[in-house]
């Protein structure tokens, strides 16, 4: 049961468990609660509430005589119990809704995403705002259908797993508010993952996984990154983007050539029709030494090609071939240079960018030329999914740390931060902004 309330949205969870995000104090809104209990009809057994003015700290309440609409309530902790069992991965941070159960003997048992793409391609991006809202409509369908597609109960789960940042505000906090609920309800475990450690960890869902030490590069919408794996959790930046990240700088080419949102996969199909070499494009910063990047430069020089060009479907394609040409090869250069400075023999490639075809044929033949071995995750966890959320969950929570039962989320959050596996103390939770 879903309730849109006036400014408040209320979730329901198999009508056991009743989320309302309101947007002031419990005691300035104890309308809701009324209002919540008359939509539950009584059959409600524990309330949560997430107070979003208060840097969301959240407080719960359990009914001591559920049915009642008489109920008195009282605030509880339930204890936290790490027991082995797998792990719900929950991933808002951006336009996808992602869910998976992840369990550490047996891998990944179910997964499923629901991309907002239609939902934003006539604005041409994202609209954080639709993001959200439409986070909260597919979420507990997603979880129910997840949990069916895994042959389980919500109580068979032992921890949940959710993305806290970076990304929108908004719809990262459906995904908390969601996720902390559920294991406040079912007295288990909860944790908030760092989206790109995500990303980072998404090859080891594959037989052939990358053991640390290695290199990684991820590329996504919003970062383009060299980083060095020592561990789990002990990540130290090689390289960083100046300016845009490598998909944006593929959204915003495809873009200004008229091409639909999302532009990355598109411009990279029409690249696939042209023949190469009619524009050259520089290759951003590989003139000098060092590991950073930037592509807005690049992008420029699309825009005046595509300016003085007939802009007919041949240029574009052309100019798509030529652009991604430029950017595979600059990451390609950037990632044996890496592998040169650090002598690592493994090269893990994650994030939305490392879908793209080429780059991974690339890749694969620098690797096989200077000696190293790559690992890329299969394409549909390359973007944003609930897998690799699930997946660098349990591995956190399986080391003995999960985050205190408050709803944070941190829609800028330094990779550096976290804190290796097996160094931080029971409980304590991973290292975040505000710890
Ligand atoms: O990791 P991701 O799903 O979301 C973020 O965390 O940002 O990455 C999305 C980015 C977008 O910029 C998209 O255009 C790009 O990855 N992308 C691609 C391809 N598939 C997705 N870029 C180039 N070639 C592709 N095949
Ligand atoms: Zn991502």
Not at 16 to 43: N, P, S, V
Not at 289 to 305: I, M, Y
Not at 409 to 414: A, I, L, N, T
Request: proline letters at 5%; glycine letters at 10%; charged letters at 20%.
């Amino acid at each position: 049961m879903t309730l849109d309330r006036s400014r408040a949205l209320a979730l329901a969870f198999l009508g056991r468990l009743f989320i309302e995000l309101a947007l002031a104090h419990f005691g300035q809104h104890a309308g809701l609660f009324t209002g919540a209990l008359e939509a539950a009809q009584g059959k409600l057994e524990g309330f949560v509430l997430a107070n979003f003015d208060a840097w969301h700290s959240l407080s719960a309440v359990k009914l001591d005589n559920p049915g009642s609409r008489a109920s008195r309530a009282f605030y509880f902790m339930p204890s936290i119990n790490a027991k082995p069992g797998p792990v719900l991965g929950i991933e808002t941070s951006c336009d996808e809704t992602g869910v998976a159960v992840y369990d550490r003997g047996r891998g990944l048992l179910a997964h499923a995403l629901y991309s907002q793409v239609e939902l934003h391609a006539e604005y041409g991006g994202v609209v954080p705002e639709l993001a959200s809202r439409d986070h909260v409509r597919k979420l507990l369908p997603l979880i129910r259908q997840t949990l069916a597609e895994a042959g389980m109960a919500v109580a068979d789960l032992g921890g949940v797993a959710y993305t806290a940042g970076p990304g929108l505000v908004g719809a990262l906090l459906v995904g908390a508010a969601a996720a902390r609920s559920l294991a406040w309800a079912l007295e288990i475990p909860a944790i908030g993952v760092h989206h790109m450690e995500g990303h980072l960890l998404a090859p080891m869902l594959e037989e052939d996984s990358p053991e640390p030490p290695f290199v990684a590069l991820l590329v996504s919408g919003g970062h383009s990154m060299l980083i060095e794996v020592e561990a789990i959790g002990c990540y130290r930046l090689l390289g960083d983007t100046l300016d845009d990240a490598a998909g944006e700088a593929f959204d915003k080419t495809a873009k200004l050539m008229g091409l639909p949102y999302p532009g990355g996969p598109a411009l990279a199909r029409l690249a696939e029709t042209a023949v190469p070499g009619q524009f050259r494009f520089t290759r951003p910063m590989t003139d000098r030494p060092g590991l950073d990047f930037s592509f807005s430069g690049l992008k420029t020089q699309v825009l005046l090609a595509w300016q003085r060009s007939d802009h007919g479907d041949a240029v574009r394609a052309a100019i798509a071939r030529d652009f991604e040409e430029a950017i595979v090869e600059t990451l390609v250069i950037k990632c044996r240079r890496a592998m040169q400075a650090t002598g690592a023999k493994r090269l893990v490639i994650a994030g939305g960018v490392g879908a793209n075809r080429r780059l991974r044929r690339q890749l694969a033949e620098a690797a096989d030329k200077d000696g190293f071995k790559t690992y890329f995750p299969r394409l549909e966890f390359c973007t944003d999914n609930g897998a690799m959320i699930a997946l660098a969950g349990s591995i956190r929570l399986h080391a003995g740390q999960c985050n205190d039962p408050q709803i944070k989320v941190f829609p800028r959050w330094d990779l550096q931060s976290l804190s290796a596996l097996g160094t931080a103390p029971s409980n304590s939770g991973v290292e975040t902004p505000w710890t």
